[in-house]
């Protein structure tokens, strides 16, 4: 299946991946204006108007940069939604998100047909994150547009899957977009997500030792300089 027009702008095969207080709209037009998916949870824009504020600057930087370089424009940026009942903002943030026509939904923590419907009646798309197959099928019965599957060594509300088996397994009855997600963070793991049937790498960590995100230095330093060992799952 081609993917849907909307990623015909990207000039690697990458997705950032909404980082809780560390991505802002900085990163986020970075991330862009290099080519690859630029992304931030609503929830970091504190308190709930400035998520407006954040559209706003990111429609107009983004727009600037694609006049200037007609030759290199943009990527889309997405914005990532919590749809757990615990998120009393979550009507809120989509009406903002709606006024600016954000082309990009990631909806993680529950799967919801009214969400699903008011992205795409804007022409948005959804990309939701799942952490096994049957959270997956849930996820497109739903209505959403694609996976990120959540696989072994990922961050976040991560899964603990191995991403061979979880992307065999997917691969075996869906064939819209798929991101995968689990310690992926340079070309060669973006390929072999490739190799394994993945439209993209979904890199978060990464992201992080930036001069964009919204980390301390020492935290910066410390993702330069983790191996796998220093990966902690905790509940």
């Known amino acids: 299946m081609a993917l849907p027009a909307i990623f015909d702008n990207l000039r690697l095969p990458v997705i950032g991946s909404p980082l809780f207080i560390v991505s802002g709209p900085e990163l986020v037009i970075a991330q862009c204006k290099a080519g690859v998916v630029g992304s931030f949870p609503a929830l970091n824009a504190r308190p709930a108007s400035q998520l407006d504020e954040w559209l706003h600057q990111i429609t107009e930087e983004l727009a600037a940069h694609n006049r200037d370089n007609p030759d290199r424009p943009a990527a889309p940026y997405a914005v990532n939604q919590i749809v757990h009942k615990s998120n009393n903002r979550l009507q809120e943030d989509i009406a903002t998100c709606a006024k600016w026509q954000v082309p990009?939904?990631?909806?993680?923590?529950?799967?919801?047909?009214?969400?699903?419907?008011?992205?795409?009646?804007?022409?948005?798309?959804?990309?939701?994150?799942?952490?096994?197959?049957r959270f997956a099928h849930k996820a497109i019965e739903k209505g959403a547009d694609g996976l990120i599957p959540v696989a072994a060594g990922a961050g976040g509300h991560a899964g603990v899957t191995s991403p061979f088996a979880l992307m065999r397994e997917i691969r075996e009855w869906f064939d819209g977009p798929v991101a995968l997600s689990g310690s992926i963070a340079h070309g060669a793991s973006v390929l072999a997500a490739q190799a394994m049937g993945a439209d993209f790498g979904y890199i978060g960590s990464a992201f992080i030792a930036t001069k964009e995100a919204n980390a301390v230095d020492g935290y910066k330093e410390n993702i330069v300089e983790a191996q796998a060992a220093d990966i902690v799952y905790s509940d």
């Open 104 to 133: 990009l939904t990631i909806t993680s923590l529950g799967a919801q047909v009214e969400l699903n419907d008011a992205v795409h009646s804007w022409g948005g798309i959804v990309l939701h994150d799942v952490i096994n197959d």
